[in-house]
């Protein structure tokens, strides 16, 4: 049986004193739970997240990080940096990544190998535009998009690795995908996966949904057979809502 993940994405939002209050709050709230719940934050917030969130079950995240381990990148933050701070995840790849600082799938699988390098656990993100879906071709573009991204990794680090399937036209739109559609994409990712990685590994990657999950409809969205939880955009900007949203 897989485990639930529900992993925020704060995005460019919340200062440290903001990061504080909220996981001393959220720490109490979902101190019973047996989902792994991780919150991806700022670089600024990293070093307080963390601090705050010691002996909590409330892992922290970044929500990117550069391939190389060091050198003159100026502005760039590497996993080795994240590491040594006490990151555990790191999303890689994510759309607005993808969108607005031009990372293709080749640059997506050097941060993905990196990642796994420094013992950080990428969250790796794939999704179709609209008109992707308009046009139908949503399957073939999110499978090349997971072959790609995780091209020359073995099973063994395919077991620190969490995919989130995130139709770019759900991401804070708060346009869902139907139930049934993310499970059938999330479905095409796990047979992707099946034929570069094999059955043992498909079945047990986690695979999560994103776009604009909220309390309304994290239940459903869960409940689906290939849905091993969510990547939540604005909603986990929310700590009552967040909230719901683990305990779904
Ligand atoms: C995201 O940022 O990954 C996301 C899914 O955003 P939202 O939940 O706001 O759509």
């Not at 939002?13 to 996981?23: K, R, V, Y």
């Not at 999560?208 to 994290?218: D, I, Q, R, W």
Request: aromatic content about 6%; proline content about 2%.
């Amino acid at each position: 049986m897989r485990k639930k993940v529900i992993a925020g994405n704060w995005k460019m939002n919340m200062l440290p004193n903001e990061a504080i209050s909220f996981i001393e709050k959220l720490a109490h709230m979902v101190e019973k739970t047996e989902n792994e719940v991780i919150l991806c934050v700022p670089y600024t917030d990293l070093f307080y997240s963390l601090l705050t969130a010691q002996n909590t079950n409330i892992k922290i995240g970044a929500q990117n990080m550069h391939w190389e381990e060091k050198g003159a990148y100026t502005g760039e933050i590497s996993g080795k940096m994240l590491k040594s701070l006490g990151v555990e995840y790191v999303i890689i790849g994510h759309s607005e990544r993808r969108q607005y600082f031009l990372e293709t799938d080749e640059i997506v699988n050097k941060k993905t190998k990196a990642a796994l390098k420094n013992e950080l656990k990428p969250i790796v993100c794939v999704g179709e535009t609209l008109e992707q879906r308009e046009t139908g071709i949503q399957e073939q573009v999110i499978t090349t998009q997971t072959k790609l991204a995780l091209e020359g990794l073995d099973k063994e680090q395919l077991q620190n690795v969490i995919v989130a399937y995130e139709p770019v036209w759900a991401i804070g739109t708060g346009k869902t995908a139907t139930s049934e559609d993310a499970n059938e994409a999330i479905k095409s990712i796990r047979n992707q996966i099946e034929k570069d990685f094999g059955r043992d590994v498909s079945e047990s990657i986690i695979i999560l949904y994103g776009g604009s999950v909220k309390p309304e409809n994290s239940k459903e969205l869960f409940s689906m057979s290939d849905i091993d939880g969510g990547l939540v955009g604005g909603a986990s900007l929310k700590v009552d809502d967040f909230e719901k949203i683990i305990l779904a």
